[in-house]
């Protein structure tokens, strides 16, 4: 399976705090990506990067990536408890056909 | 508003029945794609299509049927064949450009339950 790992499963912080997830993954990508879930909806685009960026931001998001490590992190800056929802990172590897493989998930809680 | 609509919202299966879940799209989007998402698996590819009548198998086909007929219309039948269904099934669509992939848009998700 392509399918990538996420770090840590599930993470519970204070409001105003920082958030970091990580992903891993195993093949050569064109891009990888960065999804929201919030309970029992579906998924949402947050951020794409492609092989051949470090870093990227969208307002509060950052995201780095690391292709000698096959790695990917999502920082979320003072975070609100609208934030609170699982996170994937998603890989279009290379050779994959146009389609998407998903991580486990983070789960974020953000508390008051 | 363009989208990606997935009906119904809450389906209820008994054994040995067939059912099948529908995705509607009116993006104008070339590929769509049918996931299952169980608790800390993630999602998992079952089919997509990238063209009107071809369709491919995901990595867990077996159990399912699709048909891709008309551009905006993905519908997925899980068959009596698929022994655990319970899960909550997730259609997405997304444009074709080269050989990459620029993002999917999803739909809000069918919860189906085997009775």
């Known amino acids: 399976s392509q399918q990538g790992e996420e770090d840590p499963q599930a993470l519970s912080i204070q409001e105003g705090e920082n958030a970091t997830m990580n992903c891993s993954y195993k093949t050569s990508i064109n891009n990888l990506q960065w999804y929201r879930q919030n309970s029992g909806r579906g998924l949402v685009h947050l951020i794409l990067i492609r092989s051949n960026e470090r870093e990227k931001h969208s307002g509060r998001l950052r995201v780095t990536l690391d292709t000698s490590k096959k790695s990917s992190s999502l920082l979320i800056t003072a975070s609100r408890a609208a934030d609170t929802a699982s996170y994937f990172c998603a890989t279009d590897w290379k050779g994959g056909g146009n389609k998407l493989t998903f991580g486990t998930g983070t789960q974020l809680k953000v508390e008051l | 508003d363009g989208g990606i609509t997935q009906s119904p919202k809450y389906l209820f299966r008994k054994e040995g029945q067939n059912v099948t879940l529908s995705c509607e799209q009116n993006l104008n989007h070339d590929a769509m794609y049918w996931y299952r998402q169980d608790p800390g698996q993630g999602l998992r590819l079952i089919y997509y299509s990238q063209i009107v009548n071809d369709f491919q198998k995901g990595d867990i086909a077996e159990g399912y049927s699709v048909s891709r007929e008309k551009k905006e219309s993905f519908p997925l039948t899980v068959t009596s064949a698929q022994k655990n269904p319970t899960a909550f099934y997730l259609c997405?669509?997304?444009?074709?450009?080269?050989?990459?992939?620029?993002?999917?848009?999803f739909g809000s998700g069918t919860r189906l339950t085997v009775v």
């Open positions: 997405a669509s997304s444009i074709v450009k080269g050989q990459a992939n620029y993002g999917y848009t």
